[in-house]
Structures are given as C-alpha cells and as structure tokens.
C-alpha cells in the first residue's frame, strides 16, 4: 500500500526484499545522475511479474536532488499448455491464444519502438537547439536547463540545477528580471531582456520568453527559452552611439548656420534703410522671403533630431 512506502528510504522499504544488489547498484549510478534500466521480478497475487524499472535523476520542488522510478510490466510468456495430445500438439484453442498472444507482443514491441524513437527525435532537438530549455518551480528554483547553457554561459547544466534563477542574472537587471517573469506567469507573452552571468561572471544580453508550466495555476512554476541577443544589443549600442553623434554634428551645423541667416538679415535691414530704389527694394524683399524658407527648414530639422536617439519603450494605451 501507498502508506506503506511513503517517506521510507527505498532499501528499508518493503520494495527492498524485491531489489537484488544489481538493482541498488542502478539506483547508486542513477542517483550520480545518470539514467538507468533494470529488470525486476515482483510476486504479485503469487505469481511472478517482471517489471522494466527506469530510474530519472530528477531535481524535486524544492531543489534536491531525487529519482523518478517508472515500473513497466513486461509481458508475460505464458507457459506451455497442460492439454496437449500424446503428439505434443496443443490443442486448437491454445494455438489460437499464442498466435493472439504473438500478436499482442508484436504491437506491444511496435508502440515501444515508436516512443523510443519520439523521445530520441525531441530530447535531440532539445539538446541541439541554440537557444536555452529551463524550467523553475514555485521557488523559482532551476529543475532543468537544457545543454546549450554551456555556449551562453560556459556552465555545465548540472551548476544551475537546483539554484535560483537570480543568482545567475546581473544585479542592476534583478527587479525589471523578475517582474518580466511575474508578467509572463500571469498569461502575459511579452518577451523580457536582462543580463546574464557567465562562468566567469561577465554579462551577456539574454531574452526570455515563456509561461507558467502546463497543469498548474497561473503564477506557479515557469518554463521558457533564452535566447543570446548580445550580439544584437551590441550593434544597437553602436547604432545608438552614432546616432547621437550624428545628432550632435547636426545642432552644431544648424547653430552656425542660423548664426549665419540673422546675420544675412541685418545686412538686408541695413542695406533696405541706405536705398529708396523700389528695384533693390523689391530684390530685398524676395531674398528675405528666402532665407524666411531657410531658417524654416532648418528649424524643421530641430524637431526630428532625436527620433532614434533611445530605445523603444513599452506605453498603455489605457
């Protein structure tokens, strides 16, 4: 019964009668991280089953370190029939039961193959995927990280497992981290940038997507990916860097350039009060008119010279 192995080590547990020391020793390697296969034989109804027992290291909730036990019976070949002619023919019916039971054993060998196969495609795609598989518990404690980490950071997966997220993200960038994460836990798929601390404890720009884990409530646990965008942060930074340069030759061109069109008009104010000529008059009045338009479409420039100057920033529109 459930009561009767619940919080019992598994070799003071009635299940250790049933583990030969082969099977300790699977647990043993299997508790060191790596996954195990063992064949069992339990008496069940006084009879005996043989069981596939696979052995996961898990990370629990609260970032121990665990096992996740899978028991799965293996078909029984069923013994030879006690009815049987002097031949040692079975009789027809018996026949008929080990054709279905040939048959079932094929499909049972069939669905095997197909999840072994299915699980082989997707834990390669998750393992040579660029960007970052992680998931966190309640406690925001690591439970899995995928192996790409080791090109981001230069950390073996098995350092994050079991610590926090936080302590591996840039100080300054903790508070806007953790409300971006809060935001995506509640339903809200809105990407978030901080930075990331490597092995060495340098900084990479990171981006995270994700949502809270499948088949618990919004604000529980969180799986999601990240993504290396230091590269792109860089060439922003650049970009950036020579816009306000750009914007800077630009306010002291216009400055000398306006400095330049008040002077043009004092010289037209006093070259208009030497002359009554209304030919020289009219020709006043004309490059006034022009250096009016100037003057405007430098002043127009002033208005546009810092679009593009900062970052794009997130507005309600409530």
């Not at 899978?70 to 006690?82: G, L």
Request: aromatic share 6%; glycine share 6%.
């Amino acid at each position: 019964k459930r009561e009767d192995l619940g919080g019992i080590p598994v070799d003071k547990s009635p299940l250790a009668a049933m583990l030969t020391p082969s099977g300790m020793n699977h647990l043993q390697k299997a508790r060191e991280g790596h996954e195990q296969v063992h064949i069992v034989m339990f008496m069940v109804q006084d009879q005996a089953q043989h069981f596939r027992m696979k052995m996961i290291p898990l990370v629990l909730d609260h970032g121990e370190q665990g096992l996740g036990i899978i028991f799965e019976q293996v078909p029984r070949v069923p013994e030879p029939s006690p009815e049987s002619g002097h031949n040692g023919e079975s009789i027809p019916d018996k026949r008929e039961e080990n054709v279905e039971f040939e048959r079932r054993i094929s499909e049972h060998r069939k669905i095997e193959k197909a999840l072994i196969e299915s699980e082989a495609k997707y834990r390669a795609l998750v393992e040579n995927i660029t960007e970052v598989i992680f998931t966190l518990n309640d406690q925001d404690l690591i439970t899995y990280v995928s192996p790409a980490i080791m090109n981001l950071s230069g950390n073996d997966p098995s350092v994050l497992l079991g610590h926090q997220i936080q302590e591996f993200v840039y100080t300054d960038d903790i508070v806007p981290f953790e409300k971006g994460l809060e935001r995506n836990r509640r339903g809200a798929f809105e990407p978030f940038e901080f930075r990331f601390l490597t092995k060495n404890r340098a900084t990479r720009w990171v981006q995270v997507s994700g949502k809270s884990l499948p088949g618990k409530e919004a604000g529980c646990g969180f799986h999601g990916i990240i993504a290396d965008i230091h590269e792109r942060k860089r060439m922003e930074d650049a970009l950036r860097h020579a816009n306000k340069q750009i914007i800077l030759l630009t306010s002291i061109t216009r400055h000398d350039i306006l400095n330049g069109i008040t002077k043009m008009r004092l010289s037209l104010d006093l070259a208009k009060n030497e002359t009554h000529d209304e030919k020289l008059l009219h020709f006043f009045e004309l490059q006034e008119s022009i250096i009016a338009t100037i003057q405007h479409q430098i002043n127009f420039t002033r208005d546009y010279q810092n679009i593009g100057s900062s970052s794009p920033q997130w507005l309600s529109v409530t």
